[in-house]
T-cell receptor, first 113, second 113 residues
Framework: GDSVTQMEGPVTLSEEAFLTINCTYT??????LFWYVQYPGEGLQLLLK?????DKGSNKGFEATYRKETTSFHLEKGSVQVSDSAVYFC????????????FGAGTQVVVTP | NAGVTQTPKFRILKIGQSMTLQCTQD?????MYWYRQDPGMGLKLIYY???????DKGEVPNGYNVSRSTTEDFPLRLELAAPSQTSVYFC????????????FGPGTRLTVT
């Protein structure tokens, strides 16, 4: 079945550092890919998405590119802020699957001043 | 627009008790989902619904039941609570358009002792 693997956390960074969170997936078809973010005590929010190969999703300074050849969707941000401290989830949704999401385990990011 | 609301926020149950987790959305979304989030793990789909009167099992449905009598409401019922059901429960909704972006509620933290 489909699966998502993302790097384990916690990832601890200083403010203004570069952030990368690796995400790879296994899927039989051509899924849509997502990054969701969960701030402390809150539900998940969609951060960015990509629906086909070579698409780049971007939002709030974060970017991720849908790489079909490497089945990856790595999340990057050039200069993190303390407010980016959160748990980040990579997820996929197969076409014709009623929008059901398959999540990775999540990566906690801690940004220190 | 309240989005997706969940009640209660917290609950402690004794083994064998039952309860209903409430979920309501005001976005007129057709699709709704229940996930559980265990520590250090991603979200797992419990049940989902594609419209009033239509529900189906997700990845981890055992010990739970759902109903969908209206578009707005999608309650999750726990019968005979067990310690393995200690988790954080998230409800989400989406519209069957584009990439089915899911909107999440704030979650219910349930402890079974």
């Amino acid at each position: 079945g489909d699966s998502v693997t993302q790097m384990e956390g916690p990832v601890t960074l200083s403010e203004e550092a570069f952030l990368t969170i690796n995400c790879t997936y296994t899927a039989t078809g051509y899924p849509s890919l997502f990054w969701y973010v969960q701030y402390p005590g809150e539900g998940l929010q969609l951060l960015l998405k990509a629906t086909k190969a070579d698409d780049k999703g971007s939002n709030k300074g974060f970017e991720a590119t849908y790489r079909k050849e490497t089945t990856s969707f790595h999340l990057e941000k050039g200069s993190v802020q303390v407010s980016d401290s959160a748990v980040y989830f990579c997820a996929l949704s197969d076409r014709d699957s009623w929008g059901k999401l398959q999540f990775g385990a999540g990566t906690q990011v801690v940004v220190t001043p | 627009n309240a989005g997706v609301t969940q009640t209660p926020k917290f609950r402690i149950l004794k083994i064998g008790q039952s309860m209903t987790l409430q979920c309501t959305q005001d976005m007129n979304h057709n699709y709704m989902y229940w996930y559980r989030q265990d520590p250090g793990m991603g979200l797992k789909l419990i049940y989902y619904s594609v419209g009033a009167g239509i529900t189906d099992k997700g990845e981890v449905p055992n010990g739970y039941n759902v109903s969908r009598s209206t578009t707005e409401d999608f309650p999750l019922r726990l019968e005979l609570a067990a310690p393995s059901q200690t988790s954080v429960y998230f409800c989400a909704s989406s519209q069957p358009e584009g990439v089915y972006e899911q909107y999440f509620g704030p979650g219910t933290r349930l402890t079974v002792t």
